[in-house]
């Protein structure tokens, strides 16, 4: 009996490594990039090509730009703050591929999800704490895997795709160090942007407290600078 399985998908080493990995191991693995609009057509046709040239049985491009907007961007425009006072919208695609991903695996009747993320960060735990909320499934972790017999995981990835036929995107490292001023800029834009959205709110909300629309916040409000304050007291 077939084992299927879907692979959330970048087109990167770690997710092409995944591919024949998971194949190696009994599974047909079905692949779902989800896009954000981060890539360009050239790119989001590269990565579907890869997805073929890997062997994925089939592959499916997702197009989560509206979502994140309407899900993640304007909440987070009109709450006014960022997670610790600083942390904006940088990983909000991971719940939405996890979700659509998981769509695929209903799809397809099988319970098995996989993803590339490594056994360091942040990263893994979005995605498996996504995939528990959302249902009983199998979660399969390749890099994971070979983190336990592999310190140099990255060099062992291109190894074990080259040994196979497979190509490595070598001008991949260069061409990230050539957009790397460009993606710096775009964060300092993002973040003034975001800086302005987060006052615009904080006055809009003051003036309807002003107005006597929100009595009840200030009353909170209050007391907590008078929590916050030094004593005064002799």
Not at 166 to 183: I, M, N, S, T, Y
């Amino acid at each position: 009996m077939t084992k299927h399985v879907v692979l959330a998908f970048s087109g990167g080493l770690d997710t092409s490594f995944c591919i024949p990995y998971l194949q190696e191991r009994g599974w047909e693995v079905h692949t779902v990039f989800a896009d954000t609009g981060g890539v360009d057509a050239e790119e989001r046709a590269y990565i579907e090509q890869r997805a073929a040239e890997l062997g994925a049985a089939t592959h499916r491009t997702v197009d989560i730009a509206q979502p994140i907007w309407d899900g993640f961007v304007k909440p987070f425009v009109r709450a006014g703050e960022g997670y610790q006072g600083q942390y904006p919208l940088l990983v909000s695609d991971r719940y939405l591929i996890v979700e659509h991903s998981l769509k695929r695996c209903d799809e397809l009747g099988t319970r098995a999800f996989a993803h590339g993320c490594t056994g360091m960060g942040n990263d893994q735990v979005r995605f498996d704490l996504t995939v528990k909320a959302l249902g009983d499934y199998e979660i399969l972790a390749p890099i994971r895997e070979i983190q336990r017999e592999h310190t140099e995981v990255r060099a062992y990835e291109r190894e074990y795709l080259e040994e196979r036929g497979f190509g490595v995107r070598a001008k991949a490292e260069g061409l990230h160090d050539q957009r790397e001023p460009a993606r710096r800029d775009h964060v300092r834009r993002r973040d003034r942007s975001l800086g302005s959205a987060r006052a615009r709110a904080r006055a809009a909300g003051a003036s309807r407290v002003r107005n006597g629309r929100r009595r009840p916040c200030v009353a909170r409000s209050a007391s907590s600078r008078a929590s916050r304050s030094p004593s005064t007291a002799s």
